[in-house]
């Protein structure tokens, strides 16, 4: 929605990684250069950290935009919870490779003609493995395995570990992964934005979908983002997608510091409705932005947004009786010679338009609020476009 509105080519904060978006902050450089380092070894592992949202999948699929595919055969992991059994042949599908059965021994067989063909023909493999914060120490035992894989002394298979800063100290103080910490030749921790890179980062962005100044961006709004989202990436988007969304909503062509404390403190409403204290819009900690920009409309029940659609009608209902009572009001003060009848008096107009405020404003809030919830909904899968 936000996109047609402003104009824009594209959806530039949208969730999924695309290289396309690419930006290289200090840390990205400095990630990127090790990984060049690395492949050139053709061995070994190589180790990428960050936190949740710190762009490590994004700098994936910028790598493999630089890769030749024709030299190099990748196959890609995400993993949950996987022991060594499970990983072996996860290993085996992502190289699109078809084992029989169950039976460890023969996927390990599979794994090893497929990088020896693949080595005969003149191309290096690399594995790439996600989320490695969850792997089961009998998985990563069989990652080292597999690396021992050669042909003669040529070896046969690369990995690169991407991870949570959790995986990061397992590798440190594991007593047991000596072996696998002497076979890593790079490593590096991706750091979140600084503040004067999430303005650049949001302006690269812009720019990438034919941004034109439209909406002009408030004073104070990227330096007051930057403390909401910590400088991390995925927060970044995630309020920004929120941010251009109630711009469109409400037909704005600035956006302020105000809309922006409304949309996260929309955010942690939504996170954590029913709360009897919530945290100050701009005040929030980063695992508080984290927990509230993670929530999307797969987590609302269709019985809620009913819901809020009644309670919508039930304020209106008030409304158009408030209304009538003043309307009430005013006819017998019209009726009267000193417009004030018995038992009608300014402070009881005063009051009703008070009330009648109020809930104009409750309202409003109620509707953006499903409206939001509802556009995010359609937008976020493309089958549903047609709605």
């Given at each position: ?266 955010m942690v409403a939504d996170q954590s409705r029913g709360a009897h204290k919530q945290p100050g819009p701009l005040a929030l900690e980063p695992e508080a932005v984290a927990a509230a920009t993670d929530s999307n409309i797969d987590s609302v029940p269709a019985s809620e947004v009913a819901a809020l659609l009644a309670q919508r009608d039930e304020r209106t209902a008030e409304l158009e009786a408030a209304i009538s009572e003043l309307q009430a009001a005013g006819a017998v003060g019209a009726d009267s010679p000193d417009n004030s009848p018995e038992g ?44």
């Open positions: 929605m936000y996109d047609q509105f402003y104009g824009f080519s594209g959806r530039p904060f949208q969730l999924t990684p695309d290289p396309q978006f690419y930006f290289e902050s200090a840390s990205h450089k400095k990630a990127m250069s090790y990984l060049g380092y690395g492949l050139n070894q053709g061995e070994g592992f190589i180790v990428i950290t960050g936190e949740v949202g710190a762009g490590k999948s994004t700098l994936v699929a910028h790598l493999m935009e630089q890769v030749d595919p024709d030299a190099l055969t990748v196959g890609q992991v995400v993993t949950s919870a996987l022991d060594g059994e499970e990983l072996i042949h996860v290993v085996a599908q992502s190289f699109g490779l078809i084992v029989e059965g169950h039976d460890k021994a023969g996927a390990l067989g599979a794994i090893e003609r497929f990088l020896q063909d693949e080595a005969r023909a003149g191309r290096r493999c690399l594995l790439v493995v996600d989320e490695c914060q969850n792997l089961d120490f009998t998985a990563l035992e069989e990652l080292r395995m597999l690396s021992n894989f050669q042909l003669g002394s040529h070896p046969l298979l690369q990995s690169l570990l991407l991870g949570q800063p959790e995986f990061r100290r397992t590798l440190a103080n594991h007593p047991d992964l000596d072996q696998l910490r002497q076979r890593i030749i790079a490593s590096h921790h991706l750091e979140a934005l600084d503040e004067d890179e999430v303005e650049d980062y949001i302006r690269h962005r812009l720019a990438h979908v034919g941004w034109n100044g439209r909406p002009e961006l408030d004073n104070g709004l990227l330096p007051a983002l930057y403390r909401a989202s910590d400088g991390i990436p995925r927060r970044v988007n995630q309020v920004m997608n929120r941010l251009l969304l109630l711009g469109a909503i409400e037909e704005q062509d600035q956006l302020s510091v105000e809309m922006l404390e409304a949309v996260i403190e929309e009608i008096s300014d402070p009881d107009v005063s009051e009703a338009l008070v009330r009648i405020e109020k809930r104009l404003e409750e309202q409003e809030q109620s509707f953006r609020h499903v409206l939001t919830m509802l556009i995010e909904w359609l937008e976020e899968d493309t089958s549903r476009e047609a709605a």
